[in-house]
């Protein structure tokens, strides 16, 4: 039986280089989103009432396309000083949104974002980065009620 005897030199790794001291870090943390374009996304959007975006006519469609295709030509920031746009937190919605929410196992969310398309129309989205899921079509302003002023 050969019995296995450890060498007494030490072991040294051969590099071929140096690692260069001035290394610049490739990943430099999470992404600062203001001054970005949106980008929307429509698989998570609700089909069914009492705010779907199935209820769309012919002519809501074509005023909620042109301006998705103007929010898109515009940065986060133009887009918040134009006033088409709110963060919305989910306590202050209506008692029949925030059931829908919930139906939808949506409950969780604590912020979503509005957009004014015409008068008191306004699309509903969650905002993941800088995409913007469709969650809601309102026509009449009823995920959010206002009260008025006078």
Known sequence: ???????????????????????IPSYLGPTNLEGQHLAWRFSGADL???????????????????RMRAFEKMNT?????????????????S?????RLASMRLDDVEVVHSFRITGGCRLWCMKFGNIMSVLWWDPNHQVYLVRKKN
């Open 48 to 66: 069914q009432d009492p705010f779907g975006c199935h209820a769309l006519d012919f002519a809501a469609y074509q005023s909620l396309w042109e």
């Open 1 to 23: 039986m050969v019995d296995f005897m450890p060498s007494k030199k030490t072991k040294r790794v051969a590099t071929p280089q140096l690692p260069h001291p001035h290394k």
């Open 95 to 99: 008692k029949l949104a925030k059931e």
């Open 77 to 93: 920031d133009e887009l918040n000083r134009t006033g088409s746009y709110h963060d919305i937190s989910v306590r202050l919605l």
